[in-house]
């Protein structure tokens, strides 16, 4: 349950939990916003397709602990520790990575927030119920392979963004299926780059 406010509400029972929001892209940010559908409109005509909401996916977990909020974003300060930061990557060319302005964080944000969560449409999605399972997603989040934002470093055919590090950890913890795909028939960029490379990575595992 998402408040007024956009925080979320623990469960009931106090019972592990993990659900995915589907937020529109910009949400709450006009030049995101603006941005996103000029970068649609000319996904759009390249493709020859209709255009396309876009959205952004994010993570809440609740554990006994307490409740996580995980996202890649912007790094707005070097107060990482408090934001629950896992890691870190360049944003548009590598060279660039040097400079914060240059460079976005994984969050693994206990008791924190997600600004822009009360835009969220058709949400949550309850990914799963199972402690264990949600366990995993936070464990694994240090280890979501850190490329360029915005480029496709990792030859998927799709831009690495804050989409494919919460399909690949969906991915990769077997609870992709219970996400589904962005409400009212959008799409979420980036998504599959981070299916492709989880199926990569489990792949390689399985032969060793």
Not at 101 to 128: H, K, T
Not at 148 to 174: C, H, I, Y
Not at 178 to 191: D, E, F, K, L, T
Request: hydrophobic share 40%; glycine share 12%.
């Amino acid at each position: 349950m998402i408040t007024a406010k956009g925080t979320v509400m623990a469960s009931e029972d106090g019972c592990s939990q993990l659900d995915l929001y589907w937020i529109p892209l910009g949400a709450g940010a006009r030049v995101v916003r603006t941005s996103g559908m000029l970068y649609e409109a000319l996904a759009a005509t390249v493709r020859r397709r209709p255009r396309q909401a876009l959205y952004h996916a994010a993570l809440v977990a609740d554990t006994r602990a307490g409740r996580y909020f995980i996202e890649m974003a912007p790094i707005p300060d070097t107060r990482g520790t408090s934001r629950g930061v896992v890691g870190e990557g360049p944003v548009g060319l590598k060279a660039l990575g040097r400079f914060r302005l240059f460079r976005y964080e994984l969050r693994r944000w206990l008791d924190g927030e997600i600004p822009d969560l009360g835009y969220a449409v058709a949400s949550p999605v309850a990914v799963s119920r199972d402690g264990p399972a949600v366990q995993r997603v936070l464990d694994l989040l240090p280890l979501v392979p850190k490329p360029v934002w915005g480029r496709d470093e990792m030859e998927t055919g799709e831009m690495w963004n804050s989409n494919s590090v919460v399909s690949w950890l969906l991915a990769r913890t077997g609870l992709l299926a219970a996400a589904g795909r962005p409400p009212q028939g959008g799409r979420a960029p980036g998504w599959d780059a981070g299916i492709v490379v989880a199926m990569r990575g489990r792949a390689q595992y399985s032969r060793r």
